[in-house]
């Protein structure tokens, strides 16, 4: 008499191994699994306002994103995206900064990135100060100097340099998707420009 012994489950599909994912980047989620994701789990993010900044370090401009949403809307926002699987949150920080910003602008990342605040987006209004319909997404936000061009890519439309003052504005705010016009508050806060 045999004894049958159990498939073995379909690779990637282990509870303890890899995530399912594209071929190309075994890492990253379908469409349909980041869907389900979004549903279940809270997501984490890195978020980043670009800066210049003068010989004394003092923040003398910020960047400011013009980006066009997936319904067509045409938003003001800052740099943001998911920290992948096995990524550190320094590598995502990067990777979404020259992904918004252009290869060339030469952020200046420490050893050891500190975010100025953690971010909690929920998909129902007023929880927190910070919305998306999509999801419950826990983001730490960065201020980062950069020395380079900016030529934006991806869905990034340009970067807008604004002084502190403008960057903090009702007006500005008005503009910014989800709250993020509070994000850019607080990090001028952070760094001391708000006067």
Request: glycine residues 8%.
């Amino acid at each position: 008499m045999s004894v049958r012994t159990p498939d073995p489950e379909p690779a990637g599909d282990d509870p303890f191994g890899p995530p399912t994912g594209s071929v190309s980047n075994p890492a990253w989620l379908s469409d349909i699994e980041l869907a389900e994701m979004r549903r279940r789990l809270p997501m984490l993010y890195v978020e980043a306002v670009p800066v210049r900044t003068d010989g004394m370090g003092t923040v003398v401009d910020v960047g400011i994103l013009l980006r066009a949403t997936p319904v067509g809307e045409i938003t003001r926002t800052i740099v943001s995206g998911r920290v992948r699987y096995g990524e550190t949150v320094r590598d995502a920080l990067f990777r979404h900064l020259e992904n918004d910003l252009g290869p060339i602008a030469f952020p200046l990342l420490p050893p050891q990135p500190v975010p100025f605040t953690v971010a909690e987006y929920f998909p129902i209004p007023g929880v927190s100060p910070f919305h998306d319909d999509r999801q419950h997404a826990v983001s730490l936000a960065f201020v980062v100097p950069v020395t380079g061009t900016c030529e934006p890519r991806q869905d990034a439309l340009e970067v807008t340099w604004l002084k502190p003052e403008e960057a903090a504005s009702d007006a500005l705010s008005a503009e910014m998707e989800g709250g993020r016009g509070t994000l850019v508050r607080l990090a001028l806060a952070s760094v001391g420009a708000l006067r």
